[in-house]
């Protein structure tokens, strides 16, 4: 064990240097890596309380107000959000628990101190069972939030940043994954902890995990991957104007009768990138380049049904006017964009 106890000072240390590089380093994510600093603070206060409790005996020193089980998780959260450019409403619910473990701690720590006894029946009463599982359940919702945030910002990141790489929060995901398991599992090995060997793996675990999260938060200390609120709407307005000039165009060309037409040979006839239109159609039109094509072709099918020269001509007739050059195609977009078959449509339309 005084390897284990070897180990846990140097990640104290470790921590109190991470700590300190995360709030006062200057960069353009000064203020969100804050969060993380403040993170790896009270992880610092929880290695201080270690060696407090190994010092001092009184029964009140296990009521010392200042532990953090329900608000290390809200510092990786609010990274996470920030860093996606998420505006919480009314972040400081987020605090509640917090406070509240803050003062009831600090109600019994008095009573405590003046009456020893009190632990002795806070004890037979399960009452830090109550807390742990309290406390890792809470751990738990707020790890499943950030990996919900961390895999939206993932997904959002290649419409803000050519080059993406390391500009993730996947290393955030994998240690929040790995709280989810600790804490699941965490009331379990309480059981079993009079097992040396067993705590001793799950102590590695912890530092090994606390270990993994310090080189990552060093790794994208400065590396700028944040989508603030402004560029969302800079972006969103630029991919607007884009549509709005892809329907001006297929407006004034019908560019969409075209059956052999493709991303390719259309972006080079509007004189647009390839990869702008894409994104244009997907984010504002939540289509892929196919899918608006298609819905274009519909269109201009139920306009022609509509007038009395086409009437005289098939279906199949009249959707290869339009740009499909497969009936089994035709049939298939025309059910998924309208909602019923051709058929029925167009008897809906001679009645």
């Not at 010092?55 to 009521?63: C, E």
């Not at 807390?131 to 939030?145: E, G, N, P």
């Given at each position: 064990?005084?390897?284990?106890?070897?180990?846990?000072?140097?990640?104290?240390?470790?921590?109190?240097?991470?700590?300190?590089?995360?709030?006062?380093?200057?960069?353009k994510?000064?203020?969100?890596?804050?969060?993380?600093?403040?993170?790896?603070?009270?992880?610092?206060?929880?290695?201080?309380?270690?060696?407090?409790?190994?010092?001092?005996?009184?029964?009140?020193?296990?009521?010392?107000?200042?532990?953090?089980?329900?608000?290390?998780?809200?510092?990786?959260?609010?990274?996470?959000?920030?860093t996606?450019g998420?505006?919480?409403?009314?972040?400081?619910?987020?605090?509640?628990?917090?406070?509240?473990?803050?003062?009831?701690?600090?109600?019994?720590?008095?009573?405590?101190?003046?009456?020893?006894?009190?632990?002795?029946?806070?004890?037979?009463?399960d009452?830090?069972?109550?807390?742990r599982?309290?406390?890792?359940?809470?751990?738990?919702?707020l790890?499943?939030?950030?990996?919900?945030?961390?895999?939206?910002?993932?997904?959002?990141?290649?419409d803000?940043?050519?080059?993406?790489?390391?500009?993730?929060?996947?290393?955030?995901?994998?240690?929040?994954?790995?709280?989810?398991?600790?804490?699941?599992?965490?009331?379990?090995?309480?059981?079993?902890?009079?097992?040396?060997?067993?705590?001793?793996?799950?102590?590695?675990?912890?530092?090994?995990?606390?270990?993994?999260?310090?080189?990552?938060?060093?790794?994208?200390?400065?590396?700028?991957?944040?989508?603030?609120?402004?560029?969302?709407?800079?972006?969103?307005a630029e991919?607007?104007?884009?549509?709005?000039?892809?329907?001006?165009?297929?407006?004034?060309?019908?560019?969409?009768?075209?059956?052999?037409?493709?991303?390719k040979?259309?972006?080079?006839?509007?004189?647009?990138?390839?990869?702008?239109?894409?994104?244009?159609?997907?984010?504002?039109?939540?289509?892929?380049?196919?899918?608006?094509?298609?819905?274009?072709?519909?269109?201009?099918?139920?306009?022609?049904?509509?007038m009395?020269?086409?009437?005289?001509?098939?279906?199949?007739?009249?959707?290869?006017?339009?740009?499909?050059?497969?009936?089994?195609?035709?049939?298939?977009?025309?059910?998924?964009?309208?909602?019923?078959?051709?058929?029925?449509?167009?008897?809906?339309?001679?009645?």
């Amino acid at each position: 064990m005084k390897i284990i106890d070897g180990l846990f000072l140097i990640s104290g240390l470790q921590t109190f240097v991470i700590s300190v590089i995360l709030l006062f380093f200057r960069s353009k994510k000064a203020r969100i890596n804050r969060y993380l600093g403040l993170f790896f603070v009270t992880l610092l206060v929880e290695f201080v309380l270690l060696y407090v409790f190994n010092m001092i005996k009184h029964p009140a020193v296990h009521y010392l107000p200042f532990r953090f089980d329900f608000l290390s998780m809200n510092f990786l959260f609010f990274y996470a959000v920030e860093t996606s450019g998420i505006r919480l409403k009314n972040r400081f619910y987020y605090y509640f628990p917090a406070i509240f473990e803050f003062l009831v701690f600090s109600v019994l720590f008095i009573a405590v101190l003046q009456n020893p006894e009190l632990h002795v029946v806070l004890k037979n009463n399960d009452f830090f069972l109550i807390i742990r599982s309290l406390a890792s359940l809470y751990i738990v919702i707020l790890s499943f939030l950030t990996i919900k945030v961390n895999l939206k910002h993932k997904k959002q990141l290649p419409d803000f940043y050519e080059n993406t790489k390391f500009k993730s929060l996947s290393w955030l995901t994998i240690f929040c994954v790995i709280c989810i398991c600790f804490n699941l599992f965490n009331n379990a090995v309480q059981v079993f902890a009079e097992w040396k060997y067993l705590r001793i793996a799950i102590d590695s675990m912890y530092l090994l995990s606390l270990y993994y999260i310090t080189i990552a938060s060093l790794v994208q200390i400065n590396i700028i991957n944040i989508i603030s609120p402004e560029e969302k709407k800079r972006v969103t307005a630029e991919l607007e104007d884009v549509i709005k000039t892809i329907e001006e165009y297929m407006t004034e060309t019908k560019a969409y009768l075209n059956p052999s037409i493709n991303l390719k040979t259309f972006a080079k006839d509007i004189k647009l990138p390839e990869r702008l239109i894409s994104k244009a159609i997907n984010k504002i039109e939540d289509k892929n380049f196919n899918n608006y094509i298609n819905y274009y072709r519909i269109e201009e099918f139920k306009k022609l049904l509509s007038m009395d020269r086409h009437k005289k001509f098939s279906i199949s007739a009249i959707a290869n006017e339009v740009g499909f050059n497969s009936r089994a195609s035709f049939y298939k977009n025309f059910k998924e964009i309208v909602g019923v078959s051709p058929s029925i449509y167009a008897k809906k339309e001679k009645v």
